[in-house]
């Protein structure tokens, strides 16, 4: 097979969809909401925070009474309000949303800090068996990578890059910087193609020598700027951040994964490839919802900040994992300080950064800084998002683009918000 032309179409489909969500703003723009900044991921998306005021509708049966545990999914075929929820808004505007943009369908699962999944629906055809590719809300899967490694005393997320690796170059850089899109590196916009970076799209490299590629090569070094002083969404940095975890741990992220989430959250469907150059073109790959991770090539080199994918089911017990104190059951995923520091909105207090209008950035994870929520929207249109105050969190996947995503979760988001505190 030619590797040169998928790659190429690849590309392009990355830069067609930078100029389709941008606004001229390197790193966000708004869309259908006042404060949702859309981000360029790879290929380019709408990362929230997303608000709205979505209208009061009726539909579906909620759940729940359930006891404190990370089961996902978990469905009832009892009435919305037994356990305090009511969800019958929600229904009619996704139904709608779905058929009037003529999606495949959308999942929506809700979860409770205290209660664990309250609610869980599908429209179309998507059900709770459906695995989907979340492009960049992988981000705060590899953060936490990154915090685990920390909390297990491996690796200081403040320290110099090169001072645990040994690579030349860049010798200001640390692992904090490199996971809040502050190193400096060149991110994803303006240049989503950016040739010194290519390996972080191929499946031919290995994780650990594309980072190192990527840390050391000199061809950027008119490009890049200083650390913690300029936000540059995305890029090859996440790609570098997982060569640190592979060398640091001598563990391969596949490992990791599984170890660190898989393992110990009863996951069954999370893993991460490199699927950009693999299956080409400019949306959703349709030989994916086929036939899911079988149709993807084994690779070394796991695209770090957008190559996940996974059940609503699964995703949940991440968020829920967030919500509990690091906890998936019994078992300690995070402790309660890496998940602070993930939350917290470092650029802020790093270097008074900005990723857009009353938006900043922790670790993975975007925050609102007028309603506090965070959220790691992907390009495809999955948006999971979370209110740490309230103790709760909601992840919707639709398997099209970033701006569609972002307009569905914008009219959802207030909606949610107000079952979830009626019923508490």
């Not at 859309?38 to 909620?62: F, L, M, N, R, S």
């Not at 960049?136 to 997320?157: E, F, N, P, R, T």
């Amino acid at each position: 097979m030619n590797r040169r032309r998928p790659v190429i179409i690849a590309l392009l489909s990355l830069v067609a969809a930078s100029c389709a969500s941008s606004d001229g703003d390197d790193a966000a723009t708004p869309v259908a909401e006042k404060n949702a900044p859309v981000q360029t991921d790879v290929p380019v998306e709408t990362d929230v925070p997303v608000e709205t005021e979505a209208p009061a509708e009726t539909e579906a049966p909620a759940e729940t009474d359930a006891p404190v545990e990370t089961d996902v999914p978990v469905e009832t075929d009892g009435p919305a309000e037994e356990g305090g929820y009511d969800f019958g808004a929600i229904g009619p505007i996704v139904g709608d949303f779905v058929e009037t943009n003529d999606l495949d369908g959308a999942g929506l699962v809700i979860v409770d800090a205290d209660d664990g999944v309250v609610h869980e629906d599908y429209w179309g055809e998507f059900s709770a068996e459906r695995i989907s590719l979340i492009a960049s809300s992988s981000k705060m899967i590899a953060a936490g990578v990154l915090l685990a490694l920390q909390d297990d005393g491996l690796i200081d997320i403040d320290a110099p890059v090169a001072d645990v690796t040994g690579w030349d170059g860049n010798p200001e850089i640390t692992t904090a910087q490199l996971i809040s899109n502050s190193s400096g590196l060149v991110g994803l916009g303006p240049n989503p193609a950016y040739p010194p970076y290519l390996c972080q799209f191929f499946t031919d490299s290995e994780l650990e020598e594309c980072g190192a590629a990527i840390f050391q090569t000199p061809d950027d070094d008119g490009d890049i700027v200083p650390p913690d002083t300029e936000f540059r969404y995305g890029g090859a940095q996440w790609q570098v951040a997982g060569a640190v975890a592979e060398t640091v741990s001598g563990q391969t992220w596949a490992k990791l994964i599984d170890e660190i989430y898989v393992e110990p959250c009863g996951l069954e469907t999370l893993g991460f490839n490199n699927h950009w150059a693999q299956a080409g073109g400019f949306g959703y790959p349709a030989e994916f919802i086929a036939d899911g991770p079988s149709m993807l090539t084994d690779t070394e080199n796991p695209q770090i900040e957008g190559g996940a994918y996974a059940t609503t089911g699964d995703y949940a017990k991440l968020l829920l994992m967030h919500l509990r104190g690091g906890m998936c059951g019994e078992n300690q995923v995070l402790s309660q300080a890496a998940l602070d520091t993930m939350h917290a909105d470092r650029i802020a207090a790093a270097y008074e950064g900005s990723a857009g209008e009353s938006t900043g950035y922790g670790m993975g994870w975007w925050v609102d800084r007028e309603t506090g929520r965070i959220s790691d929207g992907g390009a495809y249109g999955s948006v999971p998002w979370l209110d740490l105050e309230d103790g709760y969190g909601a992840y919707l996947v639709i398997e099209a683009d970033s701006g569609t995503g972002g307009e569905l979760a914008s009219l959802l988001e207030n909606v949610v918000d107000d079952a979830m505190n009626a019923g508490s």
